[in-house]
């Protein structure tokens, strides 16, 4: 016969009932336990999920005290980012904003495409200005950086934007076509590096990248001029970098293929030639101007700190 405890004989009913309250409360309490296993999940996959949206929600609504908690790199910096109303210079003005920077944008036409910018990034929660200034002329260049420091005290990244296009053969080209070229390209990243490395010396610190070309160092038919310059720049990043790179400023240059900007049609680039253009390049279309903003955002971090003179080029796979 079966072997019957003496408890069980005694407090048969009282016990089986006891033991099905406990089982009861048992497989309650891991239910509830299991539930809330469940509800976490659920919370963190949504919250993975949506990351992008809560920070831009959260960003803007209290921008200081979640700054830290979502681990914006740039919040703090001060950063300049030449003719930032259009194109390219516009998506790296956005960019460095999301990423917790103020942001001053440079222009020379269009003030209100430039105060449009402004208006963004002060929505983003960060301080920016618009000054305007033609980069190619010394005075004026000055006089912006001597604004900036009136206004923010520091300047933590420079980016060299400003540029036209313009599509000419050598032999038809003018002196005046060659001088402006040169001047906005050349003398612009020049006289924007002079003035921002006097404060960034004093600093110790800061992050210039300027905007080349794949013109730069391929040459680009009809652009003998913008190609001159954009290799000028070129030069000019490496030889900087080793000049300043011991105060801890680092120099690098980005060098893009072609990218979908008003500059490509004021140029007097063609819907047909773009056509033919497109054959050349494997991803098959133009780039994006965040997906070259998107690179100067990481050059303008410390995690790009052993990042000196380099030139990258994000092209779609035209130039490998
Ligand atoms: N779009 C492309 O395919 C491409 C490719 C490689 C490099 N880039 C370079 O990217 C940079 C940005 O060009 P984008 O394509 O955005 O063109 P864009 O025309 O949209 O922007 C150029 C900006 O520079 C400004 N600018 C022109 N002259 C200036 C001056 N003297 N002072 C201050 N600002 C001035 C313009 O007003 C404009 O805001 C340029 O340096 C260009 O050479 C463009």
């Known amino acids: 016969m079966e072997y019957i405890p003496h408890f069980l004989k005694t407090h048969s009913k009282k016990k089986s009932a006891y033991l099905r309250f406990l089982r009861y409360k048992i497989a309650n309490a891991s239910s509830i336990i299991l539930l809330k296993t469940e509800l976490i999940m659920v919370y963190l996959i949504f919250f993975i999920a949506f990351y992008g949206k809560l920070r831009k929600v959260f960003i803007v609504n209290e921008p200081l005290s979640l700054v830290g908690f979502f681990g914006l790199k740039l919040s703090g910096k001060v950063a300049l980012v030449t003719g930032a109303n259009s194109g390219i210079g516009k998506a790296i003005a956005l960019y460095l904003a999301e990423e917790g920077a103020d942001v001053v944008i440079d222009y020379v036409v269009n003030p209100g495409e430039a105060n449009e910018v402004a208006d ?95 013109c730069g160092t391929t040459g680009c ?72 903003a998107s690179l100067v955002a990481y050059l303008a971090t410390d995690d790009a700190n052993f990042m000196v003179g380099q030139v990258i080029s994000p092209n779609g796979g035209q130039v490998i």
């Open 120 to 214: 963004q990034i002060r929505a983003m929660g960060r301080k920016a200005l618009a000054v305007k200034a033609d980069v190619s002329n010394a005075a004026e260049v000055k006089s912006m950086f001597t604004k900036i420091i009136a206004e923010f005290s520091k300047l933590d990244i420079l980016v060299n934007n400003a540029g036209i296009g313009n599509l000419i053969t050598t032999v038809d080209m003018s002196d005046e076509a060659w001088n402006k070229m040169i001047a906005i390209h050349l003398y612009g990243t020049m006289n924007c590096t002079r003035e921002g490395l006097k404060i960034m010396l004093k600093q110790k610190s800061g992050k210039i990248i300027n905007i080349a070309s794949i």
């Open 221 to 292: 038919l009809g652009a003998a001029h913008y190609s001159a310059a954009k290799g000028g720049i070129i030069g000019f990043t490496r030889a900087v970098a080793r000049e300043v790179i011991q105060q801890g400023i680092n120099v690098n240059a980005i060098a893009p293929g072609y990218v979908d900007t008003p500059l490509l049609s004021s140029a007097g680039l063609t819907q047909e030639a773009l056509k033919e253009l497109l054959k050349e390049i494997p991803i098959g279309r133009l780039g994006k101007p965040r997906e070259i």
